[in-house]
């Protein structure tokens, strides 16, 4: 949740600032631990956390390579650090790279004071780092993080880019949907007003839809206000996931977002044991990339791997192999480098996620344009269906 803090700063007087936190006890620490005077925490208007919501977000991606870079050129970590936090004008991110700052100068671990931020720091995050300290080898953590995150971009902006024709097909179909149902058709009803029971079933309906718009069209701008501000609230999140779970039901959809979960669990995982994690406490950390269903048989395969049976084994029995997958898994095993084989399994999947979601989209274009052109045409034919009507009774 954000807060909206009045400080009282040494140098700039009384300031307000935006941040992050869970509580408004948190939100106060953080301003404290930067040596300013709290004034005030409340929480921050809806209008400003909307404005600040992309602002706000902790640059993980970018932070990792610009730390990098500086620890490449021989500068210390927490010179680092305070460099970054010297030269960023986001509030909220400089709380976050200061109080990086305050733990290393009090003596604390580079992977300690990440783990003190967990909104903008994840555990896997925290983890690979703590495991790059113990071999002095924070440089190769922090690259292979920014490949893990490069490649998860570049993935996620491949799937956006073919999903883009199609929501940009909905949404102009929609407007033009609206703009009949909304404008033309109340004015066509005032014309049909006085044939009455002459209509056609169909077009008597369209006519009630028209004069209903008309006379309330103050109730439905109002709920469509109501919707907007529901989405902007949190409701938005709740009907995708109903419709993920719709969507998880359709055989040949579920069957591909399966596979894509299990992608990124592949890439994950090898990263974190390419890191020096043991494969037990990473299957524990990326539980959470999971839906529900499969999180229970990762469960269940993190028991077996306790138990002593092999990686390829324990998920191949609870479903959270594919056919290429469980063959380089078992390959990895005997070779003895899984955490590679899994980023190679991950890669192929991912290509092969490309690929259909760039079939699926030519295939939906033309789908979802015959479905609009069917609706917008039916709407039309409706309205001059009784013109047609009234000339055929002339003639």
């Known amino acids: 949740m954000q807060f909206l803090v009045k ?6 007087g009384i300031g307000t600032t935006m941040l992050e936190a869970a509580n408004a006890a948190e939100a106060e620490a953080q301003v404290k631990a930067l040596g300013h005077a709290v ?44 460099t970054l936090a010297e030269k960023e004008n986001r509030p909220a991110v400089r709380v976050v790279l200061t109080s990086i700052v305050a733990g290393l100068r009090q003596g604390l671990p580079f992977s300690a004071t990440l783990e003190g931020a967990p909104r903008a720091f994840p555990a896997l995050y925290v983890a690979t ?19 893990y995150a490069t490649q998860l ?12 024709y199609p929501v940009l097909l909905v949404a102009v179909s929609a407007l033009v949907i609206l703009f009949l149902m909304g404008y033309v058709v109340p004015r066509f009803s005032h014309i049909y007003e006085d044939m009455g029971g002459n209509l056609p079933f169909l077009s008597r309906l ?21 919707l907007v501000v529901g989405a902007a609230n949190g409701g938005g999140r709740m009907v995708l996931q ?11 959809v579920g069957e591909r977002m399966r596979v894509f979960q299990l992608a990124r669990l592949y890439r994950t995982l ?56 469980l063959r380089m898994l078992r390959v990895g095993e005997r070779a003895g480098n899984m955490g590679e084989m899994m980023e190679r399994v991950a890669a192929f999947h991912d290509e092969e996620m490309a690929r259909w979601a760039e079939w699926a989209t030519r295939l939906l274009g033309p789908v979802l344009m015959l479905l609009m052109g ?3 045409g039916a709407v039309v034919i409706l309205m001059y269906l009784p013109i047609f009507q009234l000339a055929d009774s002339i003639q």
């Open 270 to 325: 090898g990263m974190l044991l390419r890191g020096g994690i043991a494969i037990v406490p990473a299957l524990e950390m990326v539980a959470g990339l999971l839906s529900v269903a499969l999180q229970a048989r990762l469960l269940s395969a993190t028991q077996s791997i306790r138990q002593g049976n092999t990686i390829s084994l324990a998920f191949e029995a609870n479903g959270l192999t594919t056919a290429v997958a």
């Open 153 to 164: 971009e570049t993935l996620r902006g491949r799937l956006v880019s073919a999903a883009i």
């Open 129 to 147: 780092v703590r495991a790059s300290e113990r071999t002095s080898g924070l440089g190769e953590a922090l690259g292979r993080y920014i490949a």
């Open 206 to 226: 369209l006519l009630s839809w028209g004069l209903a718009v008309e006379q309330y069209w103050s109730v439905f701008i109002g709920v469509g206000a109501a």
């Open 7 to 12: 400080t009282l700063k040494a140098d700039t």
């Open 39 to 82: 004034l005030s925490v409340a929480p921050a208007p809806m209008l400003n956390r909307m404005r600040a919501s992309g602002s706000s977000r902790f640059p993980l991606l970018l932070f990792s390579q610009e730390l990098l870079s500086l620890l490449d050129s021989g500068i210390t970590i927490v010179e680092a650090v305070e």
């Open 242 to 252: 109903r419709l993920l779970q719709l969507l998880w039901r359709i055989p040949a």
């Open 374 to 376: 069917l609706v917008i």
